[in-house]
Nanobody, 118 residues
Framework: QVQLVESGGGLVQAGGSLRLSCAASGTGSIFSTYDMGWYRQAPGKQRELVAITSGGGSTTYANDVKGRFTISRDNAKNTVYLQMNSLKAEDTAVYYC??????????WGQGTQVTVSS
């Protein structure tokens, strides 16, 4: 069973930065083959994709975070990161980490709150 634990959320002023981490366990030696993604859900809104890094090394970003957020992974540490710069009030949400590998289940972390004050 894959388990994901996010950390690094908090309260930051607009224009500031945060770095989220997601540590995975239970993937064994094949963490590098998982697609790892960051999603967020703001109050009253649906969960949406923020960024994803595939097992093959490609990355995809939501349009509204391009140029501000960077997703990266350290396969030796079974960890994926989300560096968030130039934060805006509209980035306020609970951020979730997800691990997926076709055709298996997608696993989710418990989420970490990010609050950006304007």
């Amino acid at each position: 069973q894959v388990q994901l634990v996010e950390s690094g959320g908090g309260l930051v002023q607009a224009g500031g930065s945060l770095r989220l981490s997601c540590a995975a366990s239970g993937t064994g030696s094949i963490f590098s083959t998982y697609d790892m993604g960051w999603y967020r859900q703001a109050p009253g809104k649906q969960r949406e994709l923020v960024a994803i890094t595939s097992g093959g090394g490609s990355t995809t970003y939501a349009n509204d975070v391009k140029g501000r957020f960077t997703i990266s992974r350290d396969n030796a540490k079974n960890t994926v990161y989300l560096q968030m710069n130039s934060l805006k009030a509209e980035d306020t949400a609970v951020y979730y980490c997800a691990a997926s590998r076709v055709p298996y289940n997608t696993y989710w972390g418990q989420g970490t709150q990010v609050t950006v004050s304007s």
